[in-house]
């Protein structure tokens, strides 16, 4: 199959094999139809499966080629980080027809530009929801025009940390839109609230959801709290890893990590929350270029880092959630290559372990080195039997005295 087949007009077509997008890929034949059909849709796919383009391409063909003069914003794309709102610019400047203009907001960044920009009326904004309600109050932006909604890691953008915001911009959006909602992982929870805000949607499922990569080996080191950092840099200088990305739970971890590491003589670099958005860029273009070779990060870089050569993913911190864990490793093994993905874990964390296992349905690998605390991992607990089935009628317990 190729992209003419899908219904894309001829000369968007041309432009994806200009890109080198050569063949469709499955999240992509199956739901690139559907949007141009103007239906909702809830998808979900791997982490590297094309997912942007799976909703970028039939919105603007669907667009087309407006006439000069005839500006009006009617795609509103939601993303939970910047890197990510970053990320789909991209391609939506690199897919567009000449005349759709495309625009990002978000934070961290100066209100000036982008108070000119959308003045100009783009036909497609991007949004991370914070920055959006911020020119909301200004009076910056007027949503009545939308008729295509995406909320893209869409199971991120409905958690409770963004769902008071999402509600806000939702009753600000026409009734009468099309709704897409895509992403790696969809719990039972985060569907019914999407489906408040969706017609009659369509489902599309490439992959069991919160499935990992198939091109992803999976390992677990179970270690002692006290040995992470020595067993972490046990691996970057004895594995020679390549380019690594490694998450912590929180950004005070992440500038510890990162810290330890340049004083070992890593080329690393961090981002998170607290980091200002020219630094995130310059940590992320000096890991891309290979001026770095360790980039620590929190969850804002588990979803919108799109580099190829991404060889390894350790998790330093275990995830809070299952769900994200999915995310993390999905910055590695990404469009057909390989990847590895460590996870280092306590006796206490073994819970958290077992969790994600149950999420994705696969046992990960695990690795005992005695010299940093490593321990077998318990026998799951059976459950026991009711008392009473193991009781005669005639038992009496002896009462106490």
Same mark, same amino acid.
């Given at each position: 199959m190729n992209f003419n087949e899908l219904g894309l007009h001829s000369s968007l077509a041309t432009r994806c094999e200009t890109l080198g997008f050569e063949t469709p890929t499955p999240i992509q034949q199956q739901a690139i139809p559907i949007v141009l059909s103007? &239906?909702?849709? *809830? =998808? $979900?796919?791997? !982490?590297? +499966?094309? &997912? +942007?383009?799976?909703?970028?391409?039939?919105i603007v063909n669907k667009l087309g080629k407006p &006439? #000069?003069?005839?500006?009006? $914003? $009617?795609v509103l794309i939601l993303t939970p980080t910047r890197e990510l709102a970053s990320q789909i610019?991209?391609?939506?400047?690199?897919?567009?027809m000449d005349a759709i203009k495309c625009v990002s907001i978000i934070g961290g960044v100066g209100y000036g530009?982008? *108070?000119?920009?959308l003045r100009r009326q783009p036909h497609i904004l991007i949004a991370t929801p914070g920055r959006l309600i911020?020119?909301?109050?200004?009076?910056?932006?007027?949503?009545? !025009? *939308?008729? +295509?909604?995406?909320?893209?890691? %869409?199971d991120r953008m409905l958690d409770m940390g963004f769902l008071p915001a999402m509600k806000r911009i939702v009753k600000m959006v026409s009734t009468k839109r099309q709704t897409l909602l895509f992403s790696a992982t969809m719990s039972n929870d985060i569907e019914k609230i999407a489906s408040t805000m969706l017609s009659d949607p369509e489902y599309v499922a490439v992959s069991r959801r919160g499935?990992?990569?198939?091109?992803?080996?999976?390992?677990?080191?179970?270690?002692?709290?006290?040995?992470?950092m020595p067993l972490l840099l046990d691996l970057l200088e004895r594995e020679g890893l390549e380019r690594v990305l490694v998450f912590t739970r929180t950004k005070r971890g992440a500038d510890r990590v990162a810290h330890i590491l340049e004083k070992r003589d890593h080329k690393s670099n961090r981002i998170h929350g607290d980091r200002s958005q020219s630094q995130r860029q310059s940590a992320l273009k000096a890991f891309k270029a290979g001026h770095t070779n360790v980039l620590v990060a929190t969850d804002v870089a588990s979803r919108g880092i799109d580099i190829d050569a991404v060889s390894h993913v350790i998790n330093y911190d275990i995830p809070e959630l299952p769900e994200d864990y999915v995310h993390r490793i999905g910055r590695t093994g990404r469009a057909g &290559? !390989?990847? #590895?993905?460590i996870t280092l874990f306590t006796l =206490?964390?073994?819970?958290?372990?077992?969790? *994600?296992?149950?999420? $994705?349905?696969? %046992?990960?690998?695990?690795?005992?080195?005695?010299?940093?605390?490593?321990? =077998?991992a318990p026998a799951a607990h059976k459950k026991p039997s009711p008392p009473a089935a193991r009781r005669s009628r005639s038992f009496r317990p002896r009462r106490r005295r």
């Open positions: 103007g &239906k909702d849709l *809830i =998808a $979900t796919a791997e !982490t590297g +499966t094309g &997912k +942007t383009a799976a909703f970028v391409l039939p &006439k #000069k003069g005839q500006n009006r $914003t $009617t610019h991209v391609a939506c400047r690199d897919m567009a530009p982008q *108070i000119e920009n911020d020119h909301i109050e200004q009076g910056n932006v007027d949503l009545s !025009t *939308i008729d +295509t909604l995406v909320l893209d890691e %869409a499935n990992a990569s198939a091109n992803i080996r999976q390992m677990a080191y179970p270690v002692d709290a006290q040995s992470k &290559k !390989t990847g #590895k993905a =206490a964390e073994e819970h958290s372990m077992r969790a *994600i296992e149950r999420l $994705t349905g696969q %046992a990960v690998e695990r690795v005992v080195l005695e010299d940093f605390g490593g321990y =077998a």
